[in-house]
């Protein structure tokens, strides 16, 4: 069973710095694109960072230059380092993982956690 967690989230002023982590388990975790993903209220879920197999990454334009994702296969562990943040950084953040799928499309992935709630104050 496939199951990702996500922690590491919190309260945080602007041009402050958050780690967030997600534990996965239950698949070959080496094998798969992990994903971070974020959704503010009333807004569409956004793919913000991505990081292949192999190690490649890729990042969304709202957030390049600021946020880093790294992943150990040793502890089957993918990180999210942000910062300095912003307070339009505030939203629900999402790991997520697919074989197959490494971009922002988010229907295109098949396992999610349950989020990790980041709130930034101006």
């Known amino acids: 069973q496939v199951q990702l967690a996500e922690s590491g989230g919190g309260s945080v002023q602007a041009g402050g710095s958050l780690r967030l982590s997600c534990a996965a388990s239950g698949y070959t975790y080496s094998s798969y694109c992990m994903g971070w993903f974020r959704q503010a209220p009333g807004k569409e879920r956004e793919g913000i960072a991505f990081i292949t197999a192999d190690g490649s990454t890729n990042y969304a334009d709202s957030v390049k230059g600021r946020f880093t994702i790294s992943r150990d296969n040793a502890k089957n562990t993918l990180y999210l380092q942000m910062n300095p943040l912003k307070p339009e950084d505030t939203a629900m953040y999402y790991c997520?993982?697919?074989?197959?799928?490494?971009?922002?499309?988010?229907?295109?992935?098949?396992?999610w956690g349950q989020g990790t709630q980041v709130t930034v104050s101006s």
């Open positions: 997520a993982a697919d074989r197959y799928a490494c971009g922002p499309i988010w229907y295109q992935f098949d396992y």
